[in-house]
């Protein structure tokens, strides 16, 4: 079944502490991406990756690192978390960088203590 | 400054009452406009993409339109399972794929 998963789904951390949400993807889609969701504000790109070791910032991209090493995976690093970034974040994914709908993950949702 | 502004924030219909959604939109060089579908506790499911004005797509009890300057989505005697957050997404500029997104009308259907 082609999907795009995240893990963990849930988490509760606290402030400074290094985490990774992990997504990776089987459809061999090129372009990734990972948004934050919070109410009153919508869905918001933080980074993407149109290839393997391409990748740029999105619009919200302070605080969060990412990298592409291998097409199918797409980590998202918060090497110091703060409540601010509280949320709850998607990965997605498309075939190419033209007009190609994106797939998405069903979402991990963070709160930073 | 690119906008996307979605109407109503929520909605509430009897079942049969058929009504629309509005996504109004400013944005330089649109490349395409994305209707998606989302559940509580799933990702956005895709539903349309619409690229040029006069364009219209339709699936089961959903229609989508494009003008210029907005689009809307036409729900047709619609079901209690098509309670959902309906989100506008635009396709904006030149090179990547990146979506910038309304913050979504909440549709619930009444049985």
């Known amino acids: 079944e082609a999907q795009v998963t995240q893990n963990p789904r849930y988490l509760i951390t606290v402030t400074g502490k290094k985490l990774t949400v992990t997504c990776s993807q089987n459809?061999?889609?090129?372009?990734m991406s990972w948004y934050r969701q919070d109410p009153g504000l919508g869905l918001r790109q933080i980074y993407y990756s149109m290839n393997v070791e391409v990748t740029d910032k999105g619009d919200v991209p302070e605080g969060y690192k990412v990298s592409r090493k291998e097409k199918r995976n797409f980590p998202l690093i918060l090497e110091s978390p703060s409540p601010n970034q509280t949320s709850l974040y998607f990965c997605?994914?498309?075939?190419?960088?033209?007009?190609?709908?994106?797939?998405f993950g069903d979402g991990t949702r963070l709160s930073i203590l | 400054e690119d906008q996307v502004t979605q109407s109503p924030e929520a909605l509430r219909l009897q079942e049969g009452e058929s009504s629309s959604l509005n996504c109004s939109y400013t944005v330089s060089g649109l490349r395409g406009l994305f209707w998606y579908r989302q559940d509580p506790g799933k990702g956005p499911e895709f539903l349309f993409t619409l690229y040029s004005a006069g364009e219209e797509k339709e699936k089961e009890r959903l229609k989508a339109t494009l003008t210029k300057k907005e689009s809307f989505l036409h729900i047709t005697a619609p079901k209690p399972e098509d309670s959902a957050t309906y989100l506008c997404?635009?396709?904006?500029?030149?090179?990547?794929?990146?979506?910038?997104f309304g913050t979504g009308t909440r549709l619930t259907v009444i049985p």
């Open positions: 997605a994914s498309s075939l190419g960088t033209g007009n190609q709908p994106q797939h």
């Open positions: 997404a635009v396709q904006r500029g030149s090179g990547a794929n990146n979506l910038f």
């Open positions: 459809m061999n889609h090129e372009y």
